[in-house]
C-alpha cells in the first residue's frame, strides 16, 4: 500500500515504472540514432521544443534546432558515439521556442544486451535564471546522478 500523496508501483512491470519515472522526473529526456534523428523523448523535452512528442518523432536535429545549435547538436552525438567512457556534459544558454533558456546537458551512448551502440540519450535541465550557476548545476548534477543510478 503507497502513502497518502504517492503513486503505488508495486504491481506495475519495470517498463511502466520506467516509463513513469522517464516522464515525472522534472527533465527532457531524449533518444537520437545514429544519425541525429529523433527516436523518442519525454514530454518536457517535447515541450521545451515547443510541440508534441509524435510530431518531432523521426525529425533529424537539423528540422528541430536552429542552424547554428543544431551543428552543436550534431557534433556532440557524433562525439558520444565515437567515446564511451564519459558522458558528455555541457551548459549552454540556448534559444527554444518557450524562449532562452540556460540548460545543462548530458550526452550519452545507448547500447543494446549485445553492447552494439544504437544512438546517444540525452538529459537536460532548464537551470533556473534566479540562481547562481555553479550552485544550479551541483544541484542538478547531483539529481542527473540519482536519475543515472536509477
Known amino acids: 500500500m503507497a502513502d497518502k500523496g504517492t503513486a503505488d508501483t508495486s504491481g506495475m512491470a519495470i517498463g511502466e515504472k520506467f516509463r ?4 515525472n522526473v522534472g527533465a527532457g529526456i531524449a533518444f537520437y540514432d545514429n544519425n541525429g534523428t529523433l527516436v ?3 514530454s518536457a523535452e517535447a515541450e521545451s521544443l515547443g510541440d508534441q512528442m509524435e510530431n518531432l ?3 533529424s ?3 528541430i534546432f536552429d542552424p547554428q545549435y543544431a551543428d552543436t547538436v550534431f557534433e ?3 562525439r558520444a558515439l565515437e567515446v564511451s567512457e564519459e558522458p558528455g556534459i555541457y ?3 540556448i534559444s527554444l521556442p518557450a524562449g532562452t533558456a540556460r540548460c545543462l546537458s548530458i550526452y550519452s551512448q545507448v547500447t543494446d544486451k549485445e553492447g552494439h551502440v544504437t544512438g546517444v540519450g540525452t538529459i537536460s535541465l532548464d537551470i533556473p535564471a534566479k540562481k547562481e550557476a555553479g550552485e544550479a548545476v551541483a544541484e542538478y548534477r547531483k539529481r542527473l546522478a540519482d536519475i543515472i543510478d536509477f
Open 57 to 59: 518523432v523521426g525529425k
Open 91 to 93: 551548459e549552454d544558454e
Open 40 to 42: 523518442s523523448c519525454n
Open 76 to 78: 556532440r552525438i557524433r
Open 20 to 23: 513513469l519515472l522517464v516522464e
Open 61 to 63: 536535429v537539423f528540422d
